[in-house]
């Protein structure tokens, strides 16, 4: 079974840092690439940044650009995101995401999310 | 960078009833599929309607009265028939854009 689990969410001050993770298991992790997306608080998704299965190609939204960095461990089966320079638009719920394969980057399989509050 | 609009906002319909979600993209689509998600409150999206080079699928245990279909910059997800599960918000989605959902609520 397939299955993402977040963890690494919680409060912190604006200007601050977080580092999230995502635990992968059922799947061999290092032949997908692997996406965050986040939902503020009563709003829509958006997408936030990818990275493909080797790790050699991230991508991200304009708006953290910069200030977050996707990245991920294949021997561990584990994605990361290092939040920086964090702001309260950056409230959110956080979800790993996998990509299927030769797709318009669609999403098979979801995490629970960790929610992320920025506020001082 | 591409912009997915949907319409409407909400949709109020009864169990039964046949729903018409649509999504309009700010310009033609490369790639002539979309994506379709279900996000019931307090949970996670749920693939519905998925693309790939070649072709348009139903994800897996996803019931067949959900369908996609569209071109260029129109795009429709359809219900045929609503069940009570049904209810809830649908956003569709194509690389890094996604929609701004439409909620279908119980008339």
Excluded: H
């Excluded at chain 2, 960078?1 to 906002?9: A, D, F, N, R």
């Amino acid at each position: 079974e397939v299955q993402l689990v977040e963890s690494g969410g919680g409060l912190v001050q604006p200007g601050g840092s977080l580092r999230l993770s995502c635990a992968a298991s059922g799947f061999t992790f290092s032949r997908y690439w692997m996406s965050w997306v986040r939902q503020a608080p009563g709003k829509g998704l958006e997408w936030v940044a990818n990275i493909k299965e080797d790790g050699s190609v991230q991508n991200y939204v304009d708006s953290v650009k910069g200030r977050f960095t996707i990245s991920r461990d294949n021997a561990k089966n584990s994605l990361y995101l290092q939040m920086d320079s964090l702001r309260a638009d950056d409230t959110a719920v956080y979800y790993c995401a996998r990509e299927i394969p030769a797709s318009t980057a669609s999403f098979d399989y979801w995490g629970q999310g960790t929610l992320v509050t920025v506020s001082s | 960078e591409i912009v997915l609009t949907q319409s409407p906002g909400t949709l109020s319909l009864s169990p039964g009833e046949r729903a018409t979600l649509s999504c309009r993209a700010s310009q033609r689509l490369s790639i002539n599929y979309l994506a379709w998600y279900q996000q019931k409150r307090g949970q996670a999206p749920r693939l519905l309607i998925y693309s790939t080079s070649s072709a348009s699928s139903r994800a897996t245990g996803v019931p067949d009265r959900f369908s996609g279909s569209g071109s260029g910059t129109d795009f429709t997800l359809t219900i045929s028939r609503l069940e009570p599960e049904d209810f809830a918000v649908y956003y569709c989605q194509q690389y890094g854009a996604f929609g701004q959902g439409t909620k279908v609520e119980i008339k």
